[in-house]
């Protein structure tokens, strides 16, 4: 499918080497020689244009899973975060000379704050785990500081795999309760794990399923009455931004993902930001530094003597805040609400066109995603949720997350996101619909128009191949 460049047939035979000169770098270190081809540059510019080819993105074709890597990120946000006096601000220029980027810092924090019904954020944290795992150190410092050992958090077993790893890391216990038959928070389980011992309670709503708890004010209760904190995943609140908040619901801490809701990239893993929020009684836990208002000047002051400490160097991944800031800004709230309205109506329309193809389970109305189970096809003719992913990529679609959450089996999570349009969403569904229907050995061995074909994931992962040589492939 793809050309091959004489840049890449170099890499491949090019046998002449240059010889690498002597540096202070220790020996063990340097290399002996060094393969380089001699191009001009029009075989340059060929090499990575079509390399460009080969990568999907949202401005190639849909992407049924956006909020996670792939949402639609705003050209005026890149732009806005590429104005020199954002791009170029070094982190040891003196607060006076960046004045601008503490005020729409500090204006952020405020924003995000009445998004989530939050008395304070901090920025600092740079993606989502990493904000889970500051929120979790405040929630330690919180009780140790008013004097409980409390040793346990507690978690249903629909939650984000981040969410016990950040528990973990900051030395809890681990407790996992199971769902209730509707997919929800099963209440009598949670009511026999909470106890005195329980720090925090972590939960997104609406769930990885799509299901937002009708329970969250009783569970909330029930949490509180034991002395522990309600904390928030923020990953799904393209599900109910600008209807409700985590703060309403009885929620203590929150962190948000830039990228998730507010339209900043994060394809590939990075760069990202995951803002904190938290209520009143954990203020003075917040990462240090924090920024404040005094008269007309913004500056950067110590949190004091309670606070969890610097979590990221500087101010954060502040270019990523910058376009989340844009976004919101553009949206007003209005448009927030909007985008919460739209996620959720593509979602339940998606599901609809599917769900006489492929089973659907845990209930009828969704939020902003729903899962989907290709068990039927796999019990019919030995078609599985990778086979169905593979075959995707042949129709120049993105497959979503495959096999998450794990209490569904052979499980495809769709979540199409707010900028998908119906003719999006109905060449998705008309693909997948196709798919179920196709020969099953057509399937079983996709994807057919790649670059790379059916790779054998285990032995990948065990092996890996990092070099150039893959572009001997023979599907050049």
């Given amino acids: 499918m793809y050309a091959q460049t004489k840049i890449q047939r170099k890499l491949i035979t090019d046998t002449d080497a240059k010889k690498v000169p002597n540096t202070d770098v220790p ?12 191009v001009p540059e029009s075989e340059v510019v060929r090499h990575y244009t079509i390399l460009a080819s080969m990568n999907f993105g949202v401005d190639n074709g849909p992407y049924p899973l956006g909020s996670c890597t792939m949402k639609y990120n705003p050209k005026y946000a890149d732009r806005a975060s590429s104005l020199p006096s954002a791009a170029e601000v070094h982190p040891y220029q003196d607060q006076s000379t960046i004045q601008g980027t503490l005020e729409m810092m500090y204006d952020m924090e405020d924003k995000l704050s009445k998004i989530a019904g939050m008395d304070a954020f901090t920025l600092q944290p740079a993606a989502g785990a990493h904000g889970e795992h500051a929120a979790i150190l405040m929630i330690k410092s919180f009780h140790e500081n008013n004097g409980e050992e409390r040793d346990e958090v507690i978690l249903p077993d629909s939650a984000h795999g981040t969410n016990p790893a950040s528990a973990a890391m900051a030395g809890y216990k681990v407790i996992e309760i199971p769902s209730a038959s509707d997919g929800s928070v099963d209440i009598d389980a949670l009511r026999t794990a909470v106890s005195k011992r329980t720090a925090a309670f972590m939960l997104t709503n609406p769930n990885t399923l ?3 708890d009708k329970n969250i004010k009783e569970i909330a209760k029930l949490v509180h009455d034991a002395g522990a904190i309600m904390y928030y995943d923020g990953a799904n609140l393209n599900a109910i931004m600008g209807i409700t908040t985590p703060g309403d619901m009885g929620f203590d801490v929150v962190h948000f993902n830039v990228h ?18 938290v209520k009143k009684k954990l203020i003075p836990y917040l990462p240090s530094p924090v920024i404040k208002k005094v008269g007309d000047k913004y500056m950067l002051e110590d949190n004091g003597k309670l606070s969890i400490g610097k979590m990221r160097s500087f101010y954060g991944n502040v270019n990523v805040i910058l376009r989340g800031y844009s976004y919101i800004l553009r949206m007003g709230t209005e448009g927030l609400r909007d985008a919460t309205v739209k996620a959720v109506l593509n979602s339940n329309y998606l599901k609809e066109l599917l769900k006489e193809d492929y089973e659907i389970p845990y209930g009828d109305l969704k939020k902003h995603e729903f899962v989907l189970s290709t068990s039927r096809q ?7 949720a990778m086979d169905i992913a593979k075959r995707l990529i042949d129709y120049g679609i993105h497959p979503p997350t495959i096999y998450f959450p794990m209490l569904v089996d052979e499980s495809m999570m769709f979540e199409p996101t707010e900028d998908c349009s119906k003719d999006d969403l109905d060449w998705i569904a008309d693909v997948m619909i196709k798919i179920s229907n196709e020969d099953p050995e057509l399937v079983l061995n996709a994807p057919y128009n790649t670059s790379v074909s059916r790779v054998d994931e285990t032995k990948a992962a065990k092996d890996a191949i990092l070099s150039t040589r893959y572009l001997k492939s023979k599907r050049q």
């Fill in 27 to 38: 020996a063990e270190l340097k290399r002996e020689s060094i393969s380089l081809p001699n």
């Fill in 210 to 212: 799509g299901i937002f």
């Fill in 260 to 277: 998730k809701t507010f339209g900043a990239p994060h394809g590939g893993g990075g760069p990202g930001s995951g803002p904190v929020g």
């Fill in 378 to 384: 796999k019990k019919k003719n030995g078609v599985k």
